[in-house]
């Protein structure tokens, strides 16, 4: 039997605040299979970002087991979750975090530069990717010279670069337009259908209905696992 792509079985997380101690996580149990479409969602204070925070391997349980594509996390040091999460995993946020005087092709190559890819093969593969993002023709501009949903893209090339197998993606349409939120989701399903595995944290109902499945957080636990019955396909 092959190994989820993300498992975590019954992780806590707390956190010392002061004199109180805080239970973001109180006994989280969940697989993520390859290839699925996921939706997390939730209140402020549920849990979900700190459980993407593990998944992401920013940071590690304090009880209970996670593993990422079959390797534990919870005795791993910095360097070796950052070398996990740089193989595996592409980040999307909702803020972009382009560089602001890079261009779009520069911006989608950084990523490669830790991965000690050589320079020539950085610009190859940055341009192939902006270009699968339909933006070839916008590979010298800043982020001020693109609207949100091109910046939104630049985001997305920039985190598939590397291969990844599996795409976090936080809030990623919450600074955009519903127009524009829907040609972002557009790209996530073509992704998905292409084999990556998508994991997707919003407060939106409707955008989790472009999801496969749903998962809801509630005071540090899961209230609700269930295949999404009204999916959107975006257009």
Same mark, same amino acid.
Not at 1 to 6: I, P, Q, S
Not at 11 to 19: L, N, S
């Given at each position: 039997?092959?190994? !989820? *792509?993300?498992e975590a079985r019954e992780?806590?997380?707390?956190? =010392? #605040? %002061?004199?109180e101690t805080v239970h973001a996580l109180r006994g989280v149990s969940i697989r &993520?299979? =390859? %290839?699925?479409?996921v939706a997390i969602m939730g209140a402020s204070g549920s849990g979900k970002s700190t459980f993407m925070n593990m998944v992401g391997c920013l940071d590690v349980p304090s009880g209970g087991a996670l593993l990422v594509d079959g390797v534990e996390t919870?005795? #791993?040091d910095s360097d070796a979750l950052a070398e996990l999460r740089n193989r595996t995993i %592409?980040? &999307?946020? +909702? +803020?972009?975090? *382009? *560089?602001?005087r890079t261009s779009a092709l520069d911006n989608v190559a950084v990523p490669l530069i830790y991965a000690g890819v050589p320079p020539a093969e950085r610009r190859e593969r940055a341009r192939a990717k902006l270009g699968a993002m339909g933006l070839g023709? =916008?590979?010298?501009?800043?982020? !001020?010279?693109?609207?949100?949903? +091109?910046q939104q893209r630049v985001a997305i090339a920039r985190a598939l670069v590397t291969e990844p197998k599996i795409l976090l993606a936080d809030e990623p349409t919450g600074a955009l337009d519903s127009a524009t939120s829907d040609e972002i989701m557009h790209i996530f399903q073509e992704r998905n259908d292409e %084999? $990556?595995? $998508? &994991? *997707? &944290?919003?407060?939106? !109902?409707? $955008?989790a209905r472009y999801a496969r499945r749903r998962i809801q957080f509630r005071d540090g636990r899961i209230i609700s696992d269930e295949p999404v019955t009204d999916r959107m396909i975006a257009a």
């Open positions: 039997m092959t190994h !989820a *792509l993300v992780i806590t997380k707390d956190y =010392r #605040m %002061g004199e &993520v299979e =390859r %290839g699925e479409f919870a005795a #791993m %592409g980040f &999307v946020f +909702q +803020q972009f975090n *382009l *560089l602001a023709d =916008r590979l010298d501009h800043s982020p !001020a010279k693109l609207s949100g949903g +091109q %084999g $990556i595995t $998508i &994991v *997707l &944290v919003t407060h939106e !109902a409707d $955008i």
